[in-house]
């Protein structure tokens, strides 16, 4: 089973301040990708990683693949109150058959205070 | 923006009584999915659907379970006999293609009693 280990898992802090969310596993993922949930509705896709390395930045949202593949950040400027919610990565695995499915990670759920 | 569209909204159940919780994916996406989470806790796959067969399902997606795309617009998910343990919210999820990103419905509560 893989699994996406993700920290910190609450996180409270003012707004104006920076934050880094954790994505971690001992898998390596052909891809990973954020999500933003909100209570009642379904995840809502943020960003995809494909190659080791990478850094994608969305406005005030920085993401990274790690080297390995196998871990990601995001990273938060100057958080603002619309950034509040529950943030989850997922890994993309690939199986023998060729199959695909999306392991979610255990999610952190960011509050900015105003 | 296209979306997937998930019905019911809510879904009240007695244990033992079959559901069908029904998708209708974004029109031009092939590869279908049903996620879910149970309260408070982590958004688990169950399966993956592609060229009207299962590709690919979890340890979860047992017998009770089954999935159908009857026609060409709607992706059904079918608990046979449920349990309490089956109450969570059930999103379904497609994408075009196996690089493009996934879009999931709104999801259906599901509460068996």
């Known amino acids: 089973t893989q699994l996406l280990e993700q920290s910190p898992q609450f996180l409270s802090i003012q707004e104006g301040e920076n934050l880094t969310v954790y994505c971690n596993s001992s898998?390596?993922?052909?891809?990973l990708q954020w999500y933003r949930q909100e209570p009642g509705e379904g995840p809502v896709l943020l960003v995809t990683?494909?190659?080791?390395?990478e850094v994608k930045k969305l406005k005030r949202l920085t993401f990274q693949f790690g080297d390995a593949r196998k871990d990601s950040s995001l990273h938060i400027t100057a958080a603002q109150p619309g950034d509040t919610g529950l943030y989850l990565c997922?890994?993309?695995?690939?199986?023998?058959?060729?199959?695909?499915?999306?392991?979610f990670g255990t999610g952190t759920r960011l509050t900015i205070i105003p | 923006e296209p979306e997937v569209t998930q019905t019911p909204s809510h879904q009240v159940t007695q244990m033992g009584q079959e559901v069908i919780l029904r998708c209708v994916p974004i029109s031009n996406h092939l590869y279908f999915y049903w996620y879910r989470q149970i309260l408070g806790q982590k958004v688990e796959f169950l399966v993956s659907f592609y060229n009207n067969e299962i590709s690919e399902k979890s340890e979860i997606f047992d017998d009770q379970f089954s999935v159908e795309r009857p026609d060409g617009s709607n992706f059904t998910l079918k608990i046979r006999s449920t349990k309490l343990e089956d109450s969570a919210m059930y999103f379904c999820?497609?994408?075009?293609?196996?690089?493009?990103?996934?879009?999931f419905g709104s999801g259906t509560r599901l509460t068996v009693v």
């Open positions: 999820a497609s994408r075009k293609d196996r690089l493009g990103g996934y879009t």
């Open positions: 997922a890994g993309h695995l690939i199986s023998n058959f060729g199959n695909e499915k999306l392991t």
């Open positions: 990683v494909v190659t080791g390395g």
């Open positions: 898998s390596v993922f052909s891809s």
